[in-house]
């Protein structure tokens, strides 16, 4: 028996995903199944994926020789030459544990061989189509369905290998059990919620708290760019109320307040309200360079400066710009590290005095150029399927380069061709 899988699901990765998964046998077969995910399962395409795989194992009979046609290389892999070493594992090192246990359980309780064939997917694959289409009527279904994951005992592998732990194994398994017991921090969750309300209302996508936060190690945050965000979310800087704790003097205390404003200092304060020189005249300057690209300018607030790399821009007819996403992200979390890093220069190093509106000015283009060069560097040396490649630095930063047209076709991996950032 040939049974084709498939996967579905609609806004995925967004708090209102619905996936779907499909199995499909033939035409107008009793054994077709369109299968809504639970809610008590990731809403997520890749789920939806193990699940038909899951489904699948159950639909033709345990004698029955079956070929498994899916579309999903990390499944079929997940259940063939990387099985052993999840098992030696414990499979702390996968996402959907729970699943992908119940269906090597479930291939394991077969009594003829499981086959698997790998068909690339909406390439005009009768089965894989028609499985397509059977997860897509699943995630359109007003609830979820039952989704069988219990395991016989005799099937059941719990554990890791002595051998097979690494140290980093080993703290995953410990952070895996202590993570539940950690109350989240009040300051970090109000903050998180700035970002995502910021996001829902600037791009229209609301997502979960853990796509935000994976986003801050997305490969077009810098390092030190993503730590900055990492700690300021989570409130961990000294700043503001933090010197207001009863141990501290006096003296101490008063450098809760911003001796420009008089006010008690906050991460909103300082990069987006603050009135000293630096942070205005940096947002001013990131929108007159954006205008160049000829897109809307959207107003800098958590949502779009420590949410910006889930910025979502699209085309008249509806098509994702993804060179544009990946300029607004790289562009606004460099000039909010500046605005944070122009700030911790003027309080600690230079006692209170500002910078001046050049010396600022002169700091901004030099970021961008600097980070510029940076990428290009990078993907001079780029290998590997997720490297940053140089067709796609040029496409991300043509739009507000100097003199572009003068350009030489291979002036990214060149490095003796100067490149700079046009001024608004």
Request: a positive charge; aromatic letters at 6%.
């Amino acid at each position: 028996m040939i049974i084709a899988t498939d996967g579905s699901c609609t806004h995925n990765g967004e708090r209102r995903a619905k996936a779907g998964a499909g199995v499909y046998v033939g035409s107008n077969a009793q054994l077709n199944r369109s299968v809504r995910l639970p809610n008590t399962l990731e809403q997520s395409n890749q789920t939806a994926e193990i699940v038909a795989t899951l489904l699948a194992t159950t639909t033709a009979g345990v004698r029955a020789r079956v070929t498994q046609e899916t579309d999903s290389q990390s499944t079929m892999d997940s259940v063939t030459k990387w099985r052993n070493r999840h098992e030696d594992t414990g499979y702390l090192m996968q996402k959907n544990e729970a699943l992908l246990r119940a269906t090597i359980a479930s291939l394991r309780r077969r009594r003829a061989h499981t086959l698997f064939r790998w068909i690339k997917g909406h390439n005009g694959h009768p089965g894989n189509e028609a499985a397509d289409a059977l997860a897509a009527l699943g995630a359109e279904k007003p609830a979820g369905d039952s989704v069988a994951t219990d395991i016989p005992r005799s099937y059941h592998l719990s554990g890791a290998k002595l051998q097979s732990m690494t140290q980093k194994l080993a703290y995953r398994a410990i952070r895996r059990r202590e993570d539940p017991k950690v109350k989240p921090r009040p300051r970090a969750v109000a903050n998180m919620d700035r970002i995502s309300s910021g996001i829902l209302a600037a791009f229209g996508v609301p997502l979960y708290d853990s796509s935000i936060w994976t986003s801050f190690r997305t490969k077009h945050v810098s390092r030190p760019a993503a730590q900055f965000m990492w700690m300021a979310v989570h409130d961990a800087y000294m700043i503001g109320t933090h010197w207001l704790r009863p141990n501290m003097s006096a003296e101490l205390q008063e450098r809760a307040l911003c001796r420009v404003c008089g006010e008690c200092e906050s991460m909103s304060h300082i990069v987006l309200e603050c009135d000293a020189v630096g942070q205005g005249l940096i947002w001013k300057l990131l929108k007159q360079t954006w205008l160049l690209t000829k897109a809307e300018w959207l107003e800098p607030c958590w949502g779009t400066t420590f949410g910006a790399a889930c910025a979502v821009f699209k085309s008249a007819n509806g098509s994702r710009r993804t060179a544009l996403e990946n300029l607004w992200c790289i562009l606004t979390t460099e000039a909010l590290h500046l605005i944070w890093k122009m700030r911790c220069e003027r309080v600690i190093q230079k006692e209170g005095a500002e910078f001046s509106e050049q010396e600022v000015t002169n700091r901004f283009y030099a970021t961008l150029d600097s980070r510029l060069d940076l990428d290009r560097r990078t993907a001079a040396v780029a290998k590997g399927k997720r490297s940053i490649k140089p067709c796609d630095i040029e496409r991300i930063w043509k739009p507000i380069i100097e003199n572009v047209e003068a350009l030489p076709p291979k002036w990214v991996v060149n490095s003796g061709v100067l490149v700079g950032i046009r001024r608004g």
